[in-house]
C-alpha cells in the first residue's frame, strides 16, 4: 500500500525545485501553469513560503528563492561533513590518494569534504568548494552516472580533464533521496590501477549512502 502523502506539501516542495531550477525567476502565473494549478493556489503556496523565507519576490514581482533556504542548507551540509570525514580518511589512507565527496550543485560539481593521504611525498592539493561543470571530471562524470539512473556503470574514470596529468575515479553515492553526489579520488603520476581501487572506491561510497539513509 502506498504510503499516504500531503499534497499541498508536495506542492510546496515542488514550488522550491522549480524555483531552484529557475534561476532567472519566474512568475505566478508560470508557476501555477507548472504545477497544474489554477492561480489562486499558486499565490498560497507561495504566500506560505514567503511567509518562512523560503520564496521572495524581486521588484518585478519574479519568483526566486528565498535566503532561508541558505539556513536549511547550511545546517544539511555540516552532517555530511562528519558523515564523510571518516570514511575519506580511510580511503586516502588506504589507496594514498586525495578523497573527496562532491555534491552537484545545479549544472556544477562542488567539492564539499576534501581527505588528503599523511604518508605520501606528494599528492594532489584539492580546495574544499572547487567547482567545476558537472559533466567533466570524475566526480562531476559519477553524479551524471546518478542523474541517468545508470545501473550498470559503477564508476567514471578520467584523466587529465580539469587537471593536466591528474586520474580521477568516483562512484555515485547511491539510495540517498534528494542528494547527488559521488565519492571519489584524484592523484596525479601513472594511470590508476582499477582492479585495486575502484573497489575501495565503490565500498566507501555505499558506506557514505549507509551513514546518510
Known sequence: MAAETSQTLDRGIRVLRLLAESPEGITVTDLAVRLDVNRTVAYRLVATLEQHGLVRRNDNGLLHLGMGVLTLAGAVQPLLRDRAVPILRQLAETVGCTAHLT???????????????????????????????????????????LREGDQHTPYAVTTGELASGAHGLAAPVRGVAGLEASVGIVTLGGPLDESVVAPRVLRAADEVALRLR
Do not use: M, N
Open 103 to 145: 555534491i552537484a550543485d545545479g549544472d556544477e560539481a562542488v567539492a564539499l569534504v576534501v581527505v588528503e593521504p599523511s604518508w605520501t611525498e606528494y599528492h594532489v592539493a584539492y580546495r574544499v568548494g572547487s567547482r567545476h561543470p558537472v559533466a567533466q571530471g570524475a566526480a562531476g562524470k559519477a553524479i551524471c552516472i
